[in-house]
T-cell receptor
Framework: ETGVTQTPRHLVMGMTNKKSLKCEQH?????MYWYKQSAKKPLELMFV???????ENNSVPSRFSPECPNSSHLFLHLHTLQPEDSALYLC?????????????FGPGTRLTVT | EDQVTQSPEALRLQEGESSSLNCSYT??????LFWYRQDPGKGPEFLFT???AGEEKEKERLKATLTKKESFLHITAPKPEDSATYLC???????????FGKGTMLLVSP
């Protein structure tokens, strides 16, 4: 595997379900990011981790819970989501947060909340 | 509040028809401006970083330029494979995060 991978690629969940999104980067980077991409809206930064420490939480509702066990892996745990949470969730990495302009993105997880 | 506005929202070109995409920004003291390309069903792909007014970067048929208030992405003699959404993002001093625009969807017809 190369670059940034995300699983699953598609996810349909009910509002009472609990699921997790996984991101893995094979680039030797130390910073990882979660973004939400909705139609007709700019990319919204959700969380930033630098050397496994969370450095940004962009006022994200608590039904989204990130986890970064090491610099290569990032998870987004989901529970009791709302239909408006349906979107493309993108993971990205950069060498560290000093080089955050040059980010490498995964293909995303298309989430549908029913 | 930092703002990034991209225009047009969508652009349709014939193959070989050169044009430009615009990214205007309001940020106090730009730390960097970044261009990304996003294909359908994929994550954005980094293209360029610009740091100061007057700077230019080129890659194949793409050239990015920067002034104090806006950036242009010039596409020379585009091909159908250049069809994608082009995203612009800015970074303000002292902040570790990027502010993205909504993007310009480019369609190049053969």
């Amino acid at each position: 595997e190369t670059g940034v991978t995300q699983t699953p690629r598609h996810l349909v969940m009910g509002m009472t379900n609990k699921k997790s999104l996984k991101c893995e980067q094979h680039l030797g980077h130390n910073a990882m990011y979660w973004y939400k991409q909705s139609a007709k809206k700019p990319l919204e930064l959700m969380f930033v981790y630098n050397f496994k420490e969370q450095t940004e939480n962009n006022s994200v509702p608590s039904r989204f819970s990130p986890e970064c066990p090491n610099s290569s892996h990032l998870f987004l745990h989901l529970h009791t989501l709302q239909p408006e949470d349906s979107a493309l969730y993108l993971c990205a990495s950069s060498l560290h947060t000093g080089t955050e302009g040059e980010q490498y993105f995964g293909p995303g997880t298309r989430l549908t909340v029913t | 509040e930092d703002q990034v506005t991209q225009s047009p929202e969508a652009l349709r070109l014939q193959e070989g028809e050169s044009s430009s995409l615009n990214c205007s920004y309001t940020v106090s003291g730009l730390r960097g401006l970044f261009w990304y390309r996003q294909d359908p069903g994929k994550g954005p792909e980094f293209l360029f970083t610009l740091y100061s007014a007057g700077e230019e970067k080129e890659k194949e048929r793409l050239k990015a330029t920067l002034t104090k208030k806006e950036s242009f992405l010039h596409i020379t003699a585009p091909k159908p494979e250049d069809s994608a959404t082009y995203l612009c993002a800015v970074q303000a001093p002292g902040y570790s995060t990027l502010t993205f625009g909504k993007g310009t969807m480019l369609l190049v017809s053969p």
